[in-house]
């Protein structure tokens, strides 16, 4: 489940606990939604700790050393066209 998906639990919770007035037998929709908000935000805390991890650069061991050496170099006007 993503973001997206953590924030529509969220929102469906809220609208069951605080927007609606239905009377089911059996079901308490005041607690549905109230699980469906926890839910919603403890998806949405996994999944901004996975994304911080995944930010997270980790410098190379070994520094990196251009080795490539040019024996010339090719200014333009060296090889004798724009004198």
């Known amino acids: 489940m993503g973001l997206g998906g953590c924030i529509i639990l969220i ?13 089911m037998q059996g079901v308490n929709l005041d607690l549905v939604g109230i699980i469906f908000m926890i839910v919603g935000l ?5 999944f901004s700790s996975i994304a911080r991890r995944r ?3 980790v410098p190379p061991a070994t520094p990196v050393v251009d080795d490539t050496r040019h024996t010339h ?4 006007y060296s090889d004798g066209y724009g004198v």
């Open 55 to 57: 930010r997270v650069v």
């Open 11 to 23: 929102a469906v919770g809220a609208i069951l606990t605080f927007a609606t007035d239905w009377d």
């Open 73 to 76: 170099t090719r200014d333009g």
């Open 42 to 46: 403890i998806g949405v805390a996994t």
